[in-house]
């Protein structure tokens, strides 16, 4: 079964940048797509950005431009570049196959304003 380590988040500043990772255990990494959501206090679990076997990439609309994600199969890890970071970006950050049930810890971003 997969499982996914979450780390890299903290608290930044309006305008900083964040870099985030999750290394995968459990699947053959490669094979599959691979996904960051977040979820911030009272709201649902949405999904920031994907990345797919192949390495292309998709975004939510309010990370375009902001936001990058990227693999490395070598080391069975997905990251997740955020730079000029919002206080909406503030949520718990997780990382999750499409098509996973289950989820890992995630780690907390804060931005301050």
């Known amino acids: 079964q997969v499982q996914l380590v979450e780390s890299g988040g903290g608290l930044v500043q309006a305008g900083g940048s964040l870099r985030l990772s999750c290394v995968v255990s459990?699947?053959?990494?490669?094979?599959?797509?691979m996904g960051w959501y977040r979820q911030a206090p009272g709201k649902q679990r949405e999904l920031v950005a994907g990345i797919n076997s192949g390495g292309s990439t998709n975004y939510a609309d309010s990370v375009k431009g902001r936001f990058t994600i990227s693999r490395d199969n070598a080391k069975n890890t997905v990251y997740l570049q955020m730079n000029s970071l919002k206080p909406e970006d503030t949520a718990v950050y997780y990382c999750?196959?499409?098509?996973?049930?289950?989820w890992g810890q995630g780690t907390q971003v804060t931005v301050s304003s």
């Open positions: 459990g699947i053959i990494f490669r094979a599959n797509a």
């Open positions: 999750k196959p499409p098509q996973a049930s289950l």
